[in-house]
């Protein structure tokens, strides 16, 4: 067996947001939920198993990482090596392409490719939906990682179903996540507390399940039919109801700041234009912009009046995992 | 009979919030809601009719009003002519000690002053109970303006059965609104046409209401018994709660801006120091701090190291209606 393996996962962000955890501990979620795959975010990792270490190494974006992080990564090493019956110690080197935790959905790709060099480098041939329920015991979005272009996470109610399926893999639409960077540091709220206390204590959570499902039908006939304004409708609708149940939690908290206001403003007032774009924000105070590439432009333009100097990056349908060795 | 008279109304802020109408055209709300009247805000109004007018004739801030506020102004004082069977035209005078439309109810003060001045110079001995009836008409918030400290509007179904009463009209407990003024400017959206499409939209929108009945319980409990804490959380909680409706609407939108957040962590981040202070915020983007006298030098220094040039005001509980004749 080679010992040794690099796989690359790109970020996904979701139209119908992951948001809840039916079961902690195996990430089974609340709702199915659906993404697209982007081009622009990606992780590049290679694992290698190598008796001779003392233990699992893990280098990010070439620093020796300890702590949580790396906790974390041995954990989830574990179940790999569990699944190959193998007790070998490995060093992870990964370069993330993504501003870690500022809602860009790091750990997406971070956990894909992981599952994807971590199981190939340990000798077990996955298929993609195994690589799929694997990923997501690391990061739940990390689920549809696996998967390019449109990608639909069934939640299920076990390990062996909850796992996610392309759903449109090869795009032709013109579609594309403008992402604005306005605050990449630490987010101060992670995502998995976020959303446990919000499942716990918001009286709006059964329904954010119930119209979440609504949307995802929705959501998918209008992919099928390409009808762009319908998918970025349904999409920031969604995403903004995944914010108030975040307010509606007790006590009420909020991944927003003032910028994210003011990009909400600007994407209100281009649709009022007759520019067709919709916002989405996950949990963190960036903010993407779905939009088709006709408007790149004013789009641009119209947050650069504001945010002269903030960052901006277009980002298109991406593939899905793939291997670099 | 006297054919001027002259009113103060202080307005109040609710705690549990007012929001969505069951009746556009009567003001009939979809929940009950309890509010503290505020000594520091109020609208001082004399109504005359005189038949030697051409018309009604709105001086506003010694400022000859005409248009939109005017129209309305009149259609409120038919109510009264109709009560009282007269059609003179009236000269309304008014101070406004509220800046306008900014989330401070200033519709809640000047309404009730209306109705008092009107109804009493158009010989009409009404009742604290059908003073409350009348305001109502004019803007919901005015409902509970009529009475001093704190205040319940009962829902009601019927122009009838819809009014305020006192819940505890001499507050004898520590408590306080300290609010941040952070912008005057006139709304975007009106209350009125935002809780109706929050109403319409919402899916969360059923779950409020009977959210808020329960939040009404265990504020009155709280108040009986001088439980400031409880009355703080509460009432944090149900205004969270009204703008994650809004957030949930189709479309979405806020009257959150970058400073509500700020002020929103400045209040959570003193909560972790001990300081017991909750917000609350009404149809617009100025934070009222629910708060005690003991801390107000407290919060105080600490909205203004965040916010050195801000507006501060601190109003205690305040009366009921009152005649300056």
């Known amino acids: 067996m ?24 195996l990430i089974i979620p609340t709702n199915d939920s659906l993404s697209l ?41 574990d179940l790999i090596r569990n699944m190959a019956s193998i007790d070998t110690p490995a060093k992870i ?25 971590g199981s190939d480098a340990a000798g077990l041939a996955l298929s993609r939906t195994e690589l799929s329920r694997l990923a997501r015991r690391g990061s739940g979005s990390a689920t549809r990682s696996i998967f390019g272009g449109f990608a639909e996470w069934i939640a ?31 987010k101060k709220i992670g995502s998995r507390a976020g959303m446990q206390h919000a499942l716990s204590t918001s009286p709006f959570f059964k329904t954010w399940v119930t119209e979440s499902a609504k949307d995802l039908v929705t959501i998918k006939e209008a992919i099928k039919r390409a009808d762009f304004a319908t998918i970025g409708e349904i999409a920031e609708n969604n995403a903004l109801q995944m914010h108030a149940i975040n307010l509606s939690a007790k006590p009420g908290f909020t991944y927003f700041n003032g910028a994210t206001i003011q990009l909400l403003n600007i994407v209100q007032e281009l649709r009022q234009q007759g520019i067709p774009a919709y916002a989405t924000m996950d949990a963190g105070p960036n903010v993407k912009i779905i939009s088709q590439s006709t408007d790149t432009e004013t789009i641009s333009n119209a947050i650069k009046s504001v945010f002269p100097t903030v960052t901006l990056e277009v980002a298109k349908p991406g593939p899905g995992i793939s291997f670099l060795n």
């Open 93 to 117: 080197t990964s370069i993330n392409h993504v501003p870690t935790a500022a809602g860009l959905a790091s750990s997406a790709s971070a956990f894909a490719a992981l599952a994807a060099a």
């Open 156 to 186: 299920g109610d076990s390990d062996a179903n909850s796992y996610a399926q392309p759903f449109q893999e090869n795009v032709t639409m013109d579609i594309q996540m403008l992402t604005v960077v306005v605050d990449a540091t630490e």
């Open 37 to 77: 795959t982007l081009d622009q975010f990606y992780t590049d990792t290679t694992v290698e198993f190598d008796a001779n270490l003392n233990g699992d190494q893990l280098v990010l974006n070439n620093q020796l990482i300890t702590g949580k992080m790396a906790t974390k990564t041995s954990a989830f090493l």
């Open 2 to 25: 080679t010992n040794k393996s690099t796989a690359r996962a790109h970020t996904n962000i979701a139209l119908i947001k992951y948001w809840g955890k039916a079961n902690q501990e």
